[in-house]
């Protein structure tokens, strides 16, 4: 069974940078497409970024665009989310998410991916 990691979450004023790392320690990550999504308290699930398993192909939330990043270095077996302009509507716990896209790139829909993370905590406040 596929067990995601996340890390890099904290607390950062306005304006700051953060970056997420998401991780499968024992298994490889070549495969899957990941996706990262948030969830703050009181809302829905809603998809942020996703990179494919060739990281050929990224799409973004466009409440994120231009200022968030994702990527992914198989070699480290690692995919990054990098979050730049931080702002308090970007509170939320953040999870990575993984599925298989052999045939078809997932898009930022929760209910297509597989696997998940626990979370990790992304505060922005001054």
């Known amino acids: 069974q596929l067990q995601l990691v996340e890390s890099g979450g904290g607390l950062v004023q306005p304006g700051g940078s953060l970056r997420l790392s998401c991780a499968a320690p024992?298994?490889?990550?070549?495969?899957?497409?990941i996706g990262w999504f948030r969830q703050a308290p009181g809302k829905e699930r809603e998809g942020v970024s996703r990179?494919?398993?060739?990281?050929?192909?990224?799409d973004y939330a466009d409440s994120v665009k231009g200022r968030f990043t994702i990527s992914r270095d198989n070699a480290k077996n690692t995919v990054y989310l990098q979050m730049n302009s931080l702002k308090p509507e970007d509170t939320a716990v953040y999870y990575c998410?993984?599925?298989?896209?052999?045939?078809?790139?997932?898009?930022?829909?929760?209910?297509?991916?597989?696997?998940w993370g626990q979370g990790t905590q992304v505060t922005v406040s001054s």
């Open positions: 024992g298994f490889t990550l070549d495969y899957f497409a």
């Open positions: 998410a993984a599925v298989r896209d052999i045939w078809t790139i997932p898009s930022l829909r929760s209910h297509e991916y597989d696997f």
């Open positions: 990179v494919s398993s060739s990281g050929g192909s990224t």
